[in-house]
C-alpha cells in the first residue's frame, strides 16, 4: 500500500456506535495526524500522535500507533451525525511534509 | 481561536493566465506550506517554507509555481500561467516553532482554470 493509506474506504455506522478507522504506511514518521473534512471544505485538525507514543485521547477519539507494524487507528466513540465526513491520516516522514492517505469517507446514519 | 487564513475562497481563471492565492498563517507560526487536492484525490504537498526560504518542494512545483512571504503576516502562491490541470482546491497550513509539530490548514482556495 502507499505511504498513508486508510481503510475501509468507506464506512456507514448507526449513530451512537463506534467508528474504527485504520491507516497503513510504509516508511518510518516523526509523527502521524488525523484530520476531518467535511464535504469540498478545508481539513480539520483532531490529533498528532508522535512517533514514540503509542496511546493518545482527545474527547471521543482515541488514536493507537503502532511503528512497528506501521499502522494507526482512529477510533469515534459515540458517533454523532456531524461526524459525517471524510477522515485522513497523515504521515511525516520528512521532517513537515506531510504525506496524506486516500481518505475514509464516514457516514453516521441518524 | 487564531486560524489560519485563505482568500479568495474560489478563484476562477483562464488557461495561460496568472494567480496568486493569499494565505495569513497563525501569527506566531514559523513554518508555512502549501498544499493542493485534485477533485476526488488526494491532498499532495507542493512546497515548505521557512526563514523567508523554501525548505522542501515536491515535483509538481515546478518553475510555473512560485512562494512569498512579502511582509510579516502574508505567504503567497503565485502559479504564472495557469493550466487545465492546476484546476484543484489549494490548502495554506503553518507550523509552530517545529516543524514536527501540528500543521493547522486553512479553508483552502478552490481554483478553477478554464
Known amino acids: 500500500s502507499q505511504q498513508g493509506e486508510e481503510d475501509p474506504q468507506a464506512l456507514s455506522i448507526q449513530e451512537g456506535e463506534n467508528a474504527t478507522m485504520n491507516c497503513s504506511y510504509k516508511t518510518s514518521i516523526n509523527n502521524l495526524q488525523w484530520y476531518r473534512q467535511n464535504s469540498g471544505r478545508g481539513l480539520v485538525h483532531l490529533i498528532l500522535?508522535?512517533?514514540?507514543?503509542r496511546e493518545k485521547h482527545s474527547g471521543r477519539l482515541r488514536v493507537t500507533l503502532d511503528t512497528s507494524k506501521k499502522s494507526s487507528s482512529l477510533l469515534i466513540t459515540a458517533s454523532r451525525a456531524a461526524d459525517t465526513a471524510s477522515y485522513f491520516c497523515a504521515t511525516d516522514p520528512q521532517w513537515g511534509k506531510l504525506t496524506f492517505g486516500t481518505g475514509t469517507r464516514l457516514t453516521i446514519i441518524p | 481561536e487564531p486560524e489560519v487564513t485563505q482568500t479568495p475562497s474560489h478563484q476562477v481563471t483562464q488557461m495561460g493566465q496568472e494567480v496568486i492565492l493569499r494565505c495569513v498563517p497563525i501569527s506566531n507560526h514559523l513554518y508555512f506550506y502549501w498544499y493542493r487536492q485534485i477533485l476526488g484525490q488526494k491532498v499532495e504537498f507542493l512546497v515548505s517554507?521557512?526563514?523567508?526560504?523554501?525548505?522542501?518542494k515536491s515535483e509538481i512545483f515546478d518553475d510555473q509555481f512560485s512562494v512569498e512571504r512579502p511582509d510579516g503576516s502574508n505567504f503567497t502562491l503565485k502559479i504564472r500561467s495557469t493550466k487545465l490541470e492546476d484546476s484543484a482546491m489549494y490548502f495554506c497550513a503553518s507550523t509552530g516553532t517545529r516543524n514536527t509539530d501540528t500543521q493547522y490548514f486553512g479553508p483552502g482556495t478552490r481554483l478553477t482554470v478554464l
Open positions: 517554507f521557512y526563514n523567508n526560504e523554501i525548505s522542501e
Open positions: 500522535i508522535r512517533s514514540n507514543e
